[in-house]
């Protein structure tokens, strides 16, 4: 029986070598293209919040406002908690949520954004009009996915060409779409978000210093074999262990190379709702 379109699987999980990779993350650093529209005053809606970090920055963002973060995991949104205590905020808080049938009611929010979500759902478009429904008019939804088919290294590796194919079939299999960042400017446009009311950027992330390359091939090698995005390669049929582990052997031999580099392309969308 087909999935229902509404299903979302988030294929990495939240192991600790994924959650390495979320609590990187910063407004400054996932998040750039939307900060020059944020206000002292704004009500903030952050889908797919996980650890929350960047939840976190957005509050600082706006200390006259309130930021809601909302994930469907409720076991990670108690290290988002954490977080928030930790920074001493007061304006944000947390709860379970689907991004497919979000529990607010129309034009709440000033901004509501997600960063890395659309790739893992079954109906991003239907996603898109959730988002846009709770948004306030004259506010914004803001968008932002990697597209794994435009990530790119050096040098070359067939390992790497390995993980690259695997990744896609395993996100497919769940229902999602890997290479959601070209597609997120169409996604909002069938949404019903008028053209001109939707910029679409792009910007990149880079590992390319011994520290870089360690910690981004470190966390990828050990996401391939202790992770559910492993479960999932090996329980759906996509890869066996030893296969995972010659993957894995290769990110850590591409992160040892001196002339390593990584470039990871995201695609990113700011939509203005109109009144």
Not at 37 to 65: F, N, Y
Not at 81 to 97: H, Q
Not at 178 to 202: E, I, M, N, Q
């Amino acid at each position: 029986m087909p999935k229902p379109r509404e299903t979302a699987v988030y294929t990495h999980g939240h192991h600790e070598s994924v959650l390495r990779s979320h609590t990187w993350r910063t407004a400054a650093n996932s998040a750039a293209y939307l900060l020059g529209s944020l206000k002292p005053h704004m009500r903030v809606l952050d889908i797919g919040c996980g650890p929350g970090t960047i939840t976190a920055d957005l509050a600082e963002l706006v200390p006259d406002g309130h930021v809601t973060g909302v994930d469907r995991a409720p076991g990670v949104l108690e290290r988002a908690r954490t977080t928030a205590a930790e920074r001493g905020l007061a304006n944000v808080d947390f709860a379970v949520a689907d991004v497919h049938t979000l529990d607010f009611p129309d034009d709440t929010f000033c901004v509501v954004h997600a960063h890395q979500v659309l790739q893992h759902v079954g109906d991003p478009v239907r996603a898109l009009r959730e988002m846009r429904r709770v948004t306030r008019p004259g506010g914004y939804v803001a968008v932002r996915d990697a597209d794994y088919a435009a990530m790119t290294w050096y040098p070359a590796s067939p390992g790497l060409d390995t993980w690259l194919d695997l990744y896609h079939r395993v996100s497919r299999a769940n229902g999602g779409e890997p290479d959601a960042g070209r597609r997120l400017r169409s996604w909002a446009l069938a949404a019903g978000f008028p053209a001109d009311a939707v910029t679409a950027t792009s910007a990149t992330w880079t590992f390319a210093t011994p520290a870089e390359r360690a910690w981004w091939s470190g966390l990828w090698a050990d996401r391939t074999l202790a992770s559910a995005y492993a479960e999932r390669a090996t329980g759906g049929g996509h890869a066996t262990e030893a296969e995972l582990r010659a993957v894995s052997a290769a990110w850590r031999e591409w992160g040892e190379r001196e002339d390593g580099w990584f470039g990871v392309l995201h695609g990113e969308i700011l939509c203005r709702k109109q009144a």
